[in-house]
């Protein structure tokens, strides 16, 4: 996407993130904004909800945008003529008025910009103990199904997403890798599923993330890369590790186009990164036997700023 001579400066790139905001804390805007401009992007975010913090903690307060309201912000960069866009990243939502004028957005930002790459965290629910459930109202399904995921480019859900998306259930590894064929002809060239309960290779500690990239050649035949991230669990609860990942996966396949496996590493590895040093402070402020609560298990965003800039390779992907 950045061409021209080798002296000329990489053209600035803007990515639209409609997101969830916090004032204290690292969810949704708040945990995607900071990776990306410190990988460069220029990001414009849409402040979906303004809460307190996100609502894992025992109280949150705050307000939440509606449909109308996300379109007169949008009518506002429209009239100003800047509403130019390279990305649009989206997380989580809960309202089917909202989602859908999302998909209008998107689907005008691309009539203006072919190229235009949407991101999207079809956020809808996950499993606990091998139970998938939903934490997001049962109408969003259909909306993500039949109308946002057609119009999305790189989409993360987990297993338990996939799953939804799909109809399908996934026990095995050559199972993950049809339903993420199904999603491919749903309309995303790059799907990752970004956490399983499949058995890794390397043994229970660890935690699989599957990767496909479909690419069209120029005479119509179609190429696939698939790989496999076995990453190292972190025995912790977290929140804005989703809105993380998408956030630097989108810079990481900008950066790295045709390569899902070395922007994949980069991904999980930095990742990986900003989880050891959370938890590692976290347990330090707890204290010795005591479980870290929200507050303290807030990611460790600006502490790892290196790590996000450059990471330090320390997961590997497989090539399937």
Known sequence: RAGGAAMEPERECRVLSIQSHVVRGYVGNKAATFPLQVLGFEVDTVNSVQFSNHTGYAHWKGQVLNSDELHELYDGLKLNNVNQYDYVLTGYTRDTSFLAMVVDIVQELKQQNSNLVYVCDPVMGDKWNGEGSMYVPKDLLPVYRDKVVPVAD???????????????????????????????????????????????????????????????????????????????????????????????????????????????????????????????????????????????LELRMVQSKKDIENPEIIVKATVL
């Open 154 to 296: 790189i989409i993360t859900p987990n297993q338990f997403e996939a799953e939804l998306l799909t109809g399908r259930k996934i026990h095995t590894e050559k199972e993950a890798l049809e339903v993420m064929d199904m999603l491919h002809a749903m309309g995303p060239e790059t799907v990752v599923i970004t956490s399983s309960d499949l058995q890794a290779p390397l043994g229970n500690d660890y935690l699989i993330a599957l990767g496909s990239h479909r690419k069209t050649n120029a005479d119509g035949t179609k190429m696939t890369q698939r790989i496999r991230v076995e990453s190292p669990k972190v025995d912790a609860v977290f929140v804005g590790t989703g809105d993380l990942f998408a956030a630097m996966l989108l810079a990481w396949t900008h950066k790295h186009p045709n390569n899902l496996k070395v922007a994949c590493e980069k991904t999980v590895s930095a990742m990986q990164h900003v989880l050891q040093r959370t938890i590692k402070s976290a347990k330090a402020q707890a204290g010795e036997g005591n479980k870290p609560n929200s507050a303290q």
